[in-house]
């Protein structure tokens, strides 16, 4: 759902939809506490909430979480309706729109979130980050345990300011 196929990629289709959004080319990063996380403004985070459509025309909605960056998967392309593939059977009945598949750990620079990324087509969570290229462009990384990365290209569709999104879930 989330990769870029290749013969390589098979076995990690779908390991990302965005972000970050973003979760993320990966130096994987050990969260710290907040006083040594760079400071973000609202400035910085505006340029990466709002709602991002993949490659493959998934929809995820990026927002302020805490003091870092959360997706929320919004609009699904692929067959897959259910949590199906997750290795828990207690959570394989649970919807997969309305499903939070990102959440960053920490902000290592302006434009680079590190954190998880959920995979809906093995129900495995993965490091990552979301890397903004550009103002409406953004690289989604997402690497296996073994060390195989792969990353996804989004498009912001949507612009959304952070005083906005605070209560959002």
């Given amino acids: 759902m989330y990769c870029i196929p290749n013969s390589r990629s098979v076995q990690f289709n779908g390991l990302f939809t965005l972000l970050a959004l973003t979760a993320f080319s990966l130096n994987i ?3 710290t506490p907040a006083q040594a996380q760079p400071k973000q403004t609202a400035t910085q985070l505006n340029k990466a909430v709002g709602l991002w459509k ?7 909605r990026i927002y302020k979480c ?9 609009t699904i392309r692929s067959r897959l309706k259910r949590d199906q593939n997750n290795p828990n059977p207690k959570l394989r ?6 499903l939070t ?14 954190g998880t ?3 809906i087509n093995d129900g495995k969570t993965y490091n990552g980050s979301l890397q903004l290229k550009g103002s409406n ?6 690497c296996s345990s073994i060390g195989l990365c792969q990353s996804a290209t989004w498009k912001k569709i949507s612009k959304t300011r952070v005083t906005a999104l605070k209560n959002k879930k």
Avoid: E, F
Wanted: charged letters at 25%.
């Fill in 29 to 31: 990063a050990i969260s």
């Fill in 101 to 114: 598949i990102m959440r960053s750990r920490k902000r290592m620079n302006p434009k680079k979130w590190v």
């Fill in 93 to 98: 009945k649970r919807a997969l729109k309305g």
């Fill in 54 to 60: 993949s490659h493959t025309g998934d929809k995820v």
């Fill in 137 to 142: 462009t953004a690289q989604l990384t997402g």
């Fill in 66 to 74: 805490g003091s870092q960056l959360c997706g929320k998967l919004i």
């Fill in 117 to 119: 990324v959920y995979n």
